[in-house]
T-cell receptor, first 114, second 112 residues
């Protein structure tokens, strides 16, 4: 069964450092998403990406964040200068179509900023 | 009012019980609705989409009431493996369908 894969599964970084979280969406999917979940809190939408551009982003997705699809398979989330409050689980997801169709999630990257 | 609101629970039920979860949403223009389940420290997994006419998948039944802005999930004959957090997910129409809003989830514990 095709799945979304994310690497690394866990990343520890020092405050102020840049991190790149990587995702390989399901191959025939065209819509890609990043979400985050702070421990004990709800899943929060960060950004959606379609046709090589951001289609929507939330208030959380400020100038510290960027996304890229550097090649035909990877989808990355970069945090330029990490803060303690960026510590969370980051989930990548993809869907075959937009318009609210079912999204499939990767297993997540747990980011710990120290 | 929260965009998507769920009773946090926890719901503690015996195996074989029927349990129902409710979810309300504030944006009347919302267009797509889903139930996901999330196991502890795992990713959300799609349980089922919710259609206007209501839909059933095995032991699971989802209902949508647009007039009341209300979604429900019914689980019949609960299994131990149903223990998880159930997430109500809504996609607002005015965002083009790209942004999804998650509820905080309802925790379910099924006991032998």
């Amino acid at each position: 069964e095709p799945e979304v894969t994310q690497t690394p599964s866990h990343q520890v970084t020092q405050m102020g450092q840049e991190v790149i979280l990587r995702c390989v969406p399901i191959s025939n999917h065209l819509y890609f998403y990043w979400y985050r979940q702070i421990l004990g809190q709800k899943v929060e939408f960060l950004v959606s990406f379609y046709n090589n551009e951001i289609s929507e982003k939330s208030e959380i997705f400020d100038d510290q964040f960027s996304v890229e699809r550097p090649d035909g398979s990877n989808f990355t989330l970069k945090i330029r200068s990490t803060k303690l409050e960026d510590s969370a689980m980051y989930f990548c997801a993809s869907s075959e179509r937009g318009q609210g169709t079912e999204a499939f999630f990767g297993q997540g990257t747990r980011l710990t900023v120290v | 009012r929260k965009e998507v609101e769920q009773d946090p629970g926890p719901f503690n039920v015996p195996e074989g019980a029927t349990v129902a979860f409710n979810c309300t949403y504030s944006n009347s223009a919302s267009q797509s609705f889903f139930w996901y389940r999330q196991d502890c420290r795992k990713e959300p997994k799609l349980l089922m989409s919710v259609y206007s006419s209501g839909n059933e998948d095995g032991r699971f039944t989802a209902q949508l009431n647009r007039a009341s802005q209300y979604i429900s999930l019914l689980i019949r004959d609960s299994k131990l493996s149903d223990s998880a957090t159930y997430l109500c997910v809504v996609t607002p129409r005015n965002t083009g369908g790209f942004k999804t809003i998650f509820g905080a989830g309802t925790r379910l514990f099924v006991k032998a």
